[in-house]
């Protein structure tokens, strides 16, 4: 590369917008549909993958099929490889098999193995009998573990030497194999001839080290094998825990199979958070690039779930509908004490579901957090009941009126804060993912209770 | 490192706990009871520091003081730089200022300014008085820069590399500077002699390359500069974006200042994520490791917001008390149709958010969201309007109020998705952060029209 070279890539480096821009995409939407296919390859041709994968996402459904057909043939596989995997399957599923698979088959092993994951299952398998043998097997290898597993996320190109070779040794070995090295690694590793993982070094480590220093005197003190099964969950704590970059799978006889690298993990974090705080507002990951009616179909089941729950508190309500008809100030304040107890628990609810997901809520402290819940639940509720109670007390001008939403207000809040840390720690323990049906049990908890406390206490006290 | 030790380190990280076992914690908490220092120090001297910062979170407060009391002293103070933020502002407080700023001088410059950062105002100054001044300065210098900035994330120690140099020359330079480096480094940078960065090369590409070779020859195409005051939100998506473990940090004069790794950003990518989840529930970061006050105080605020809105809500109902003591079927099903709206909501308003946050919504497809969602609810609120409005009939005998609840019921839900979608969508135009108060605005929508819609009918309608 040149010095004039150097400068070009400065200048487009400051330039480079951070995102692709609204008017950028505006203008590719309007060469699609000016049906101007040279407009949109000379744009396309200057964006990088990743920007047009953005593009994608972006565009209605008819400009996206629009801009396949045109712009399809040439596209970089690796566009696809950039893609949310809902958008990708769908968009994949409108091409042909061959198609498909040429894609597939341009790509790294993990990108293909991801790559052909997302698809329908009948049309899987008729992108694998397409492809070459090689890929096939990689494939079809990366399918034989579990869903989210290590061994699904593992690239299968590795960089390993012989304990007793010195630096220099592999310095010259790295050179010669240049070609046949994976595109981008971050450590060595030092294995035995069986394939047993002996120890790990940084490239740093390598490179700042004499020529005739042994490698295994350069491996990490602690070296975490990844077992091929293990969850990509435990495997991102794993990564965060100990701020490694690249860390070594193992099958089941401890042969090193692969590695998994800290981009990999940069997007299993990213997921598996945003799928908590998704699940518990109830919605499927890749919701936003699902269509209309597959959107309304996955979100219909948490509603229906929720209808019930609402239908159970109405039966509660029910019970006393002798006494809210003498009182209809009830009916008015009731929802009152309701929601703040379902506002009160989804408070203790998020930090024991995110703390179960981080592993920060374990055995050792369980029942403090329970106890720190109760106990936040019992301090806000009395704080609540007063200010509930002194109001009630004013506008309905009945001081008996406000010592009932008082105390059944307190009744709640402690409940919500109990039931809030219980729940998922309940769910945790039974094996069910504490982020999907904790908030249903927690406001059919704080509803039931929160309208039989409130309406019982009326019906013995005001009576 | 020779054989054997190789092989202890290979059965040692076999059996290695993946985290710190609950039985260990109760161990070192007993001997910590037992006032037997000796066993804390033997247990806790073969702990790495990660695995001490989560036994600290884990205990008590007083067997938290305890542990400190009797190993503080000769802990690592790279344990401090584990522990949660919250954690940690608490745990030092405890200590005396010249035993933090003994902690913080050992540190490296990134974490030590993290660590002064979460303390507060007044410790803060007291500590910084008291480090040696070439930390205070680094300290100093990374305060200058906005909170959660790339300018306070980074590392001040660089490697870089004029651009006429050889892989041979830079090769050599890293062997004799080997003790004055960072301790981990992933890319080397290019720069000409003003300290602007030409170039960003990773380490792979360099050590497989021959010595002759030239470093300018080895740049990335492309290269992100990455401006001090950048916020760190938008520094993870570039990262996760382009796939890179290392960007450069400059100054205003476009000078080389600092790097930017991939292990920060992992803790910002986990800790946006989680912190709009937080947020949404109306729940501080760091919540989990307050003291119970605190915990409750800043609850409290968010619960007070949203008791004023369940007001409003009342309010509303006591418009139709009339309407209620003729029909107190009314009050029995009032909250099905507040709760499937309030539900429904925050689907909606779950898919916006995080769209927001990832950047993955903007301007181009600001209108296809929301009329998506709009969609969705009408769809869904159609759907639960003949569910509702059937077992209502049936329930009740009432068909007439089975046509109340079904219409009040498809208003709200389309009502709700229109909101969920808008709501996050508007406040981040004004600036505002959309996960902070989405969740209120949308429930007082949702509870205000739900009342408003079936109780209106009811009284226009059943009369």
């Not at 993982?197 to 491996?219: H, Y």
């Not at 981009?263 to 269509?291: H, P, S, T, W």
């Amino acid at each position: 590369m040149t010095d004039e070279n150097l400068n070009t890539l400065i200048e487009h480096s400051e330039d480079a917008p951070f995102l692709l821009s609204d008017q950028e995409i505006r203008d590719i939407i309007n060469a699609v549909r000016a049906q101007d296919p040279d407009t949109v390859h000379a744009i396309l041709g200057d964006l990088a993958p990743v920007d047009i994968a953005e593009l994608i996402a972006k565009v209605t459904d008819e400009d996206r099929r629009e801009l396949l057909l045109m712009y399809g043939e040439t596209m970089n596989p690796l566009v696809f490889a950039e893609m949310d995997s809902e958008l990708r399957r769908t968009t994949l599923s409108t091409l042909a098999a061959e198609q498909v698979a040429g894609i597939v088959s341009r790509l790294e092993s993990d990108d293909a193995l991801g790559m052909v994951l997302d698809l329908d299952e009948q049309f899987r398998q008729e992108i694998i009998r397409k492809l070459s043998s090689k890929i096939r097997l990689a494939v079809e290898e990366g399918l034989s573990f579990p869903e989210k597993s290590a061994g699904r996320l593992m690239q299968r190109e590795v960089v390993a030497v012989p304990q007793f070779w010195t630096v220099g040794k592999t310095i010259d070995y790295l050179r010669e194999a240049a070609n046949d090295l994976p595109d981008d690694f971050f450590d060595i590793f030092v294995i035995d001839p069986a394939y047993h993982v002996l120890g790990q070094i940084p490239l740093n480590r390598v490179i700042r080290s004499k020529r005739s220093v042994k490698m295994e005197a350069l491996v990490l003190d602690e070296i975490m094998t990844i077992p091929a099964t293990m969850d990509q969950e435990e495997l991102a704590i794993i990564f965060r825990r100990d701020n490694i970059t690249s860390a070594p799978v193992i099958d089941e006889n401890q042969r090193l199979i692969g590695v998994v690298t800290i981009d990999d993990i940069v997007d299993v974090i990213e997921d598996e958070a945003e799928e908590d705080m998704m699940k518990m507002a109830g919605v499927d990951q890749g919701d936003m690039y699902r269509a209309v009616l597959s959107t309304t179909g996955t979100r219909f089941r948490w509603l229906f779930v929720n209808l019930l729950t609402a239908i159970l508190a109405s039966m509660v309500i029910s019970l006393f509908d002798a006494t809210i008809e003498q009182i209809v100030a009830l009916a008015v304040l009731m929802p009152i004490v309701a929601s703040m107890g379902g506002n009160a628990g989804t408070q203790s609810l998020a930090v024991a579901v995110r703390a179960l997901a981080t592993r920060e809520l374990s055995g050792a402290n369980t029942w403090r957090i329970i106890w720190k819940e109760s106990l936040v639940g019992s301090l806000n509720g009395f704080a609540f009941a007063v200010l509930a109670g002194v109001i009630t007390a004013l506008w309905f001008g009945s001081p008996m009126l406000g010592v009932v939403i008082a105390a059944a207000m307190w009744i709640n809040l402690i409940v919500a804060g109990f039931f809030g840390a219980c729940i998922p720690i309940i769910l945790n323990k039974y094996g069910s993912d504490p982020a999907v049906s904790s908030t249903v049990f927690l406001t059919m908890m704080t509803d039931v209770v929160g309208f039989f406390a409130f309406l019982g206490l009326a019906a013995v006290l005001l009576f």
